[in-house]
């Protein structure tokens, strides 16, 4: 999972899950792309593109190439350090990103 901030209010991130099956190798992939607001302890992301991606050898049907996600705000309360960011999400997520050297 990778989240990068430009300081004119913009974020981009990219999560991926790859790991190999018994019938060949798995994949999902969501990149989203949109505005964040920061205040105080708070940072709400509202994504204007979000995008997400599956292949599961085991399962084709299931898959699909490049799909739209609903545009949905997300909330978090934050910490910040010089080599780490903690997102909290009131009742869902608790995330820990630590910065790319």
């Known amino acids: 999972m990778r989240y990068r901030f430009s300081a004119d209010g913009r974020y981009a991130s990219r999560e991926a ?38 292949k599961m050898p085991e399962d084709p ?12 705000t997300r909330a978090f309360t934050f910490r910040a350090d010089l080599d780490s960011l903690h997102l909290h999400e009131s009742g869902r997520y608790a995330l820990v990103l630590l910065r790319a050297t």
């Open 17 to 54: 899950a790859e790991y190999t099956v018994p019938s060949g190798r798995f994949v999902f992939h969501r990149i989203q792309q949109g505005t964040y607001t920061a205040a105080g302890d708070k940072l709400e992301l509202k994504p204007e593109k979000s995008t997400r991606i599956r």
């Open 61 to 72: 049907a299931g898959d699909y190439p490049e799909v739209p996600e609903p545009l949905e």
